[in-house]
């Protein structure tokens, strides 16, 4: 499998065939939501089966292992009905999870149980109960679901917020918030007190931010998950950054440059010296472009230091840097001594203060290729940032060759997705590019359960790559404006991010409303 011989579908297929079942192809299935119900999702987790049909008081389980007695037998007990297995394929029967089998009512039946327990332990330090507690205590299975499920939503962030009557609960899906379980407030401490014991943070200390990490294994991969506290008013707010490394890794054809864009950036990357930002707010993809421009451009032969904070995906074959204010090692002392470290390529987390900018630049300058991210609306304005800061000019010209600056829209569902057109008006109003004789066919977002009812399925890059030119280069020398510069590149080819977004909303990606949500 690791080498892709073979596919799931092919082992199933095998599977069936050596024991005598029959083989179910679920890639185009609709599973109702009564013939759900029959089988509690704890049950089809824990023995990896599904209701797949109802028929002459007959169930058919989709099974990975349909000789499995004992999961049968329970299914009989508990439904009552004959079971007639079926053998499925292991990535389609996680796809049916993650379409149909939600953990919302099982976290709203634990919460219920926390909220009894905690009420009869009334009086007793939770901290002492917790060193007791096994994996099927209520407050272990309630945190390991709200993180399962997480994963399987595709969720970027975990918020846990107390507040004085509930404790709410809160995932980040696609660059948006989505409440998905509301809790009594008696179940606070014991869910965060969990939290802080697995991400060994001082669980005493509640009147200070904390930072940890936990590490947990879903469906054979490893994904650690960054943690923060903040005391708030009505207690301690927990968030969780998920770091998928398996969702990291890839191709330059997956950031979904525009052909013109992808070109102008693999031309800035594949020079030996220089420096490239990326620039955008915070959650805007700056990071993974840049990953993807290391994975590239990385190979045995050259030496690839980083400087990071925090580092949040490890790279095979990169030398990555921690970030320790502590200890004295901030960006600039890193940079210092990786560039004592005979590096090729330097990638510098983020460009902050005048120290930082001014050694990234002189390491451009010098034979290396650095990249790096800067926090500004759009790519002109990385370069009077740059002057801003502190650095010369001169220098600013001389040793940027590109900067990228993007933006995240959600990516349209293409299960669901409504074909439409929009009234000639509106499109002038926005100056989007058509040809009144011919309108544009666009998409509007309905939702499904594929997409959680939202719409949107992933997202997708805005981009928008300005590359350096002797005119540009005048103009920074010269201290023009960044409204200067903007037109400057604009007249040189440069296409600007709300124009990007509406090449992707003809090509059918996005819709108008989130590229206008996006991009300004």
């Not at 950031?255 to 955008?280: C, D, K, V, Y």
């Not at 090449?503 to 300004?520: C, D, F, N, P, Y």
Request: proline share 4%; with cysteine; hydrophobic share 40%.
């Amino acid at each position: 499998m690791s080498q892709n011989l073979t596919s799931e579908a092919q082992i199933a297929e095998a599977i069936a065939l050596q024991t005598g079942h029959r083989y179910y192809d679920m890639s185009e299935i609709d599973i109702a939501p009564d013939l759900l119900a029959l089988v509690p999702g704890a049950l089809c987790r824990k023995y990896q089966l599904i209701p797949l049909d109802l028929m002459r008081g007959k169930v058919v389980l989709g099974m990975l292992d349909p000789t499995d007695i004992i999961a049968i037998d329970d299914v009989t007990s508990l439904t009552d009905l004959q079971v007639e297995s079926v053998v499925v394929a292991a990535d389609a029967l996680h796809n049916a999870f993650e379409r149909f089998l939600r953990s919302d009512e099982e976290l709203s039946d634990l919460s219920e149980q926390m909220g009894e327990s905690a009420t009869s332990t009334a009086g007793v330090t939770f901290t002492e109960t917790l060193e007791e507690q096994d994996a099927d205590a209520p407050v272990v299975r309630f945190v390991n679901l709200l993180i399962t499920q997480a994963i399987n939503d595709r969720a970027s962030d975990i918020h846990i917020e107390p507040g004085e009557h509930q404790l709410t609960v809160r995932y980040r899906i696609d660059g948006v918030l989505h409440e998905m379980q509301k809790a009594d407030r008696g179940i606070q401490d014991g869910v965060i007190s969990r939290l802080k014991i697995m991400s060994a943070i001082d669980i005493a200390e509640r009147r200070r931010p904390q930072d940890g990490r936990l590490s947990v294994t879903h469906e054979g991969r490893q994904i650690d998950l960054r943690v923060a506290t903040l005391p708030t008013v009505w207690g301690e707010k927990i968030v969780m950054r998920i770091l998928d490394n398996s969702g990291q890794v890839m191709a330059m054809s997956d950031l979904r440059f525009s052909s013109i864009n992808e070109q102008r950036f693999r031309e800035a990357i594949s020079r030996p010296h220089g420096m490239i930002l990326a620039t955008g707010p915070t959650g805007s993809g700056k990071s993974t472009t840049l990953y993807t421009a290391l994975r590239t451009v990385a190979n045995p032969r050259i030496n690839v230091i980083t400087v990071e904070d925090p580092v949040e995906y490890r790279i095979a074959g990169v030398n990555q840097v921690q970030v320790n204010n502590r200890a004295g090692l901030t960006f600039a002392a890193a940079l210092r001594s990786i560039l004592r470290s005979d590096p090729d390529v330097v990638l510098v987390g983020e460009i902050r203060d005048q120290e930082t900018a001014v050694i990234s630049i002189e390491a451009a300058l010098t034979g290396h290729l650095v990249l790096s991210t800067l926090h500004t609306n759009d790519a002109p304005s990385a370069l009077t940032r740059l002057t801003e800061i502190g650095t010369e000019p001169f220098l600013v010209a001389t040793a940027l060759s590109a900067v990228v600056a993007q933006r995240l829209a959600r990516r349209l569902c293409l299960r669901c997705r409504s074909a439409y057109t929009e009234p000639e008006g509106v499109l002038e109003a926005l100056n989007f590019p058509h040809d009144p004789s011919d309108p544009p066919q666009l998409y509007n977002a309905v939702g499904c359960q594929a997409c959680s009812g939202t719409g949107y399925r992933g997202r997708i890059g805005l981009h928008e790559v300005m590359m350096m030119s002797d005119e540009i280069e005048q103009l920074v020398v010269a201290r023009a404006t960044g409204t200067a510069m903007r037109q400057l590149a604009l007249q040189q080819g440069m296409v600007a991010l709300r124009d990007d977004g509406w090449s992707k909303v003809a090509q059918g990606l996005t819709t108008i409303e989130e590229v206008l949500r996006v991009a300004v």
